[in-house]
């Protein structure tokens, strides 16, 4: 059987875009061999001219405005790697009115408008799939998707941002102080130099509301969540939950009560007895305990370019795969 | 939209198939909700006539031959719970023939035939799934194979047997020696009356036959694994690898050099600073190392009816939006 070429646009090259279209580049061979599909770059959208030029892509398929990649009819799915809320959301939007499946690992995008991009797949018949938006390369949207189908889901509890694990983790086997901690996370890349969405569990929450909206069927957002961050957290406290036979973790946590369910992201004293004690490093972890299936969880290296990368390219041929079967259903 | 109705037959009223029966009728809106898919229960294939009678099925749903179910064009896809090899792999093998999509969670025929089950379901253009077959409820089929598209698969260490599991955690645990673990499982009904498959792992090389199989692209046969039971480990041994900072569980593992691997299932000392060392109880784990993603854990209660239904119900549905596409890529 000859293999199905799928075209693809990427817009933004950041951190993640580069690795999006690296992967397709080298790993295409081993993609169709399990996929039976052909994953061909078609064109991407960047405005950077030294970040066009550090890609080291034929320049014939850089472009600066979107309108150029929804008129182009050999693009079959969008992956959209631009950061923030827009025009990201709304260009992810446009895809798909354009009529392209959308592949996307923007939470932030997607915990402030998923109602209407859902809805806006639906209409036209697309894919809008974001396995990852949350634990990058932990294949959580395939296994929670799967226990949806036949759960409910009673409770959700993860550490979903690695950074803030880092810094917490390194807090309890250095002894460092807070700043410390930021300090060296910073250090090795995995902080930005300003760490607010991290260190404050923006990023956290952003997670929870998307994993909470497909809990509950309906719309969460973010600014409905209790958060609170890490920059309280002090040495004193981890030495003393570490006394009491606990770990200090940032957990987004959304527990079950009848048709709703309360949400919050915040640092709480996790025992030795439960796995999520033992996630360490800059490692992520979600625990979802259906009513069939108990707690399943699930853990890895929630960010980096290469995991998230893999998880979107998974994403596109989910599309290609499912289509307008692969969105979720519509949230009220 | 309408809902697009789904006939289902289930062969055998073991406990399994039983939970897949009763699954299918009392979560009916559930799943048609969180899919568009509407189950019918349309033929149960049971030649005890006291299981049929427990069931409480409308007599006309029963029947005692395969063929029956094989006539029936409103039968889409077959669900497996006969356990042993034959005939219950024939059968699979028939249903595909028959141009029905196969759901199973019999784990000794998929690991005996799969090259052949696979094989035929391509032929026939059929979905062949088997989320169940290992590690019961947990979705590691969907995370494996989302795994497998992006990824070379370099090492999948699991605990994949929960009744060993449980034995090794009291050993541990309670001090118990292997045979007041051995009493305990039983009477609790994690273990049978005749526990050899669990205690000398032949349910674990057959896991890790399917596992490795899809990690190599070939078919990996169960005889051909290094295979060591728990029916040696003593308490002394249990005791002495505590002291030493780990504890003993029955591992299995496929270790990947160059395009072969080293298999076995044996019981190793797990360090306790890893996840597997403190997966208790009658719980699974399954580790998967990709070169692009790292390590990533799933875990959860690995049997019991109520998970395993669950699964099975999965697949039914992927079975149905994928069809083809959603069996494994041949192997050689």
Same mark, same amino acid.
């Given at each position: 059987m000859p293999p199905r070429v799928v075209g693809v646009a990427v817009l933004g090259l950041g951190t993640i875009g580069s690795e999006v279209v690296r992967t397709i580049q080298a790993q295409r061979d081993l993609i169709e061999a399990a996929s039976g599909y052909r994953l061909e770059l078609r064109k991407v959208l960047e405005r950077g001219p030294q970040r066009a030029a550090r890609a080291d892509l034929s320049p014939d398929l850089i472009v600066t405005d979107l309108d150029t990649i929804l008129r182009d009819n050999d693009v079959d799915v969008v992956v959209g790697t631009l950061g923030g809320d827009q025009p990201a959301a709304e260009y992810l939007q446009r895809s798909l009115e354009a009529g392209m499946h959308v592949v996307t690992a923007n939470k932030e995008a997607l915990a402030k408008h998923? *109602? *209407?991009? +859902?809805e806006v797949a639906h209409q036209h018949q697309?894919?809008?799939?974001?396995e990852a938006s949350v634990g990058g390369g932990i294949p959580l949207m395939a296994a929670y998707r799967q226990l949806?189908?036949? @759960?409910?889901i009673d409770r959700i509890r993860g550490i979903v941002n690695g950074t803030t694990n880092y810094m917490l983790w390194q807090m309890a086997e250095q002894g460092w102080?807070? /700043? /410390?901690?930021?300090?060296?996370? /910073? *250090?090795?890349?995995?902080?930005e130099p300003d760490p607010t969405a991290d260190v404050e569990?923006?990023?956290? +929450?952003y997670k929870l509301a998307i994993l909470a909206s497909?809990?509950?069927?309906?719309?969460?957002?973010?600014?409905? =969540?209790?958060?609170?961050?890490?920059?309280?957290?002090s040495a004193d406290q981890i030495a003393q939950a570490r006394a009491q036979g606990g770990t200090i973790k940032l957990i987004a946590s959304a527990v079950r009560n009848g048709n709703d369910a309360s949400l919050? +992201?915040?640092?709480?004293v =996790?025992? @030795?007895?439960?796995l999520l004690s033992h996630i360490n490093a800059n490692f992520n972890a979600v625990e979802i305990t259906g009513d069939r299936v108990g707690p399943i969880l699930l853990s890895g290296q929630g960010a980096g370019p290469l995991p998230t990368a893999s998880a979107i390219v998974s994403d596109i041929v989910e599309a290609m795969r499912d289509g307008k079967n692969a969105t979720i259903p519509l949230l009220s």
């Open positions: 998923l *109602r *209407r991009l +859902v697309r894919a809008l799939l974001f949806l189908l036949t @759960n409910r102080s807070y /700043q /410390q901690a930021l300090a060296e996370a /910073q *250090r090795l890349g995995y902080a569990g923006f990023d956290a +929450v497909m809990m509950l069927g309906r719309h969460i957002l973010p600014d409905t =969540i209790d958060r609170t961050g890490i920059t309280g957290v919050r +992201v915040a640092p709480e =996790i025992s @030795n007895s439960e």
